[in-house]
Structure formats: C-alpha cells, structure tokens
C-alpha cells in the first residue's frame, strides 16, 4: 500500500468510531433534532455535482446543488498526501430542533439517498455528505455537540 493511501485514510479512522451511517437506530428528541451544520466530502478522483434538499417540518428550507472538486494529492512540509474536495453548507434553516429529513443525490444519477435526522439517537447532529473513492454517497453524522467557542461554519 502507497503511503499517500494511508495518510489519506488517516482522517476517516480516526472518526471512525465516532460517525453514524445514517441507519435507524432509533428517535431522538420528541422536539426534533437540531442540525449543527451540514457539508459535503468528496474522496473520488472525479469532480461531482451534489443536489442537496434540506426539509424542516415537512417544508423544503434549501435546494442547491454544489460543485465538489476531486481529490487531489497535496504537499505540505515534505509530506504528501490526498485532499478531498468540500463544499460548506449554509444554514438555511432555524436553529430550533424539529423535523429535519436531508435527500441528496450525485451529478445525474436517478436515485436519492435519504437521511431522517429523528431516525439518530441524538437530539444535535453534525452531518456529512460524503462521495467515497468509487464514488458512491452516503450521509455520515456525528453527536458531539458539546458547547464550544462560537465557530461561523456552525449553524
């Protein structure tokens, strides 16, 4: 295996433990969930258009599509390594918990996937969208929503 390979896996087994696949596992708050803030990854070597809809309590609060740059390979201080593309979010919808269903699907394929936050067994979640490196979507969320210094990319 290259060592590009397995600095770039570096960042995913790290969090590996601490992400969800998006998979019922069972309900959070009976008052919705609060989503900190949503972004979309990109591991594959082709650039893709990712079409994101963002429901809140029944009510589309966001449709775009995002343009994620390819992987790249990088060299920082002598060390060379993978780099995904990214594409941040806005916070288009309230703070407030409540119903949040995410849908999102790649370039022109017909298929969406779908992400029901009350399906998490969390009342806060931070989500990622991510393309794997064969290209494939799914959505990644994390709980840890302990209070921490205000950050402008968190909703």
């Avoid at 992987?71 to 409540?98: I, Q, R």
């Avoid at 490196?133 to 909703?155: H, L, M, T």
């Amino acid at each position: 295996m290259r060592r590009r390979h397995v600095l770039a896996a570096l960042p995913a087994l790290g969090t590996a433990g601490c992400l969800g696949t998006g998979l019922p596992l069972g309900g959070g708050s009976s008052d919705g969930t609060e989503l900190r803030d949503l972004s979309v990854g990109n591991f594959h070597d082709e650039p893709h258009v990712v079409h994101l809809l963002v429901e809140y309590d029944g009510e589309v609060v966001h449709r775009q599509s995002y343009d994620v740059e390819a992987v790249h390979e990088v060299t920082e201080d002598g060390t060379t390594y993978d780099k995904p593309g990214w594409a941040s979010v806005p916070c288009a919808w309230p703070a407030e918990p409540g119903r949040i269903v995410l849908r999102a699907r790649v370039d022109d394929r017909e298929s969406w996937k779908t992400f029901d936050l009350a399906e998490e067994p969390a009342d806060c979640l931070h989500v990622k969208g991510i393309i794997d490196r064969k290209g494939e979507f799914d959505f990644w969320s994390s709980s840890d929503c302990a209070p921490q210094p205000r950050d402008p990319s968190v909703c």
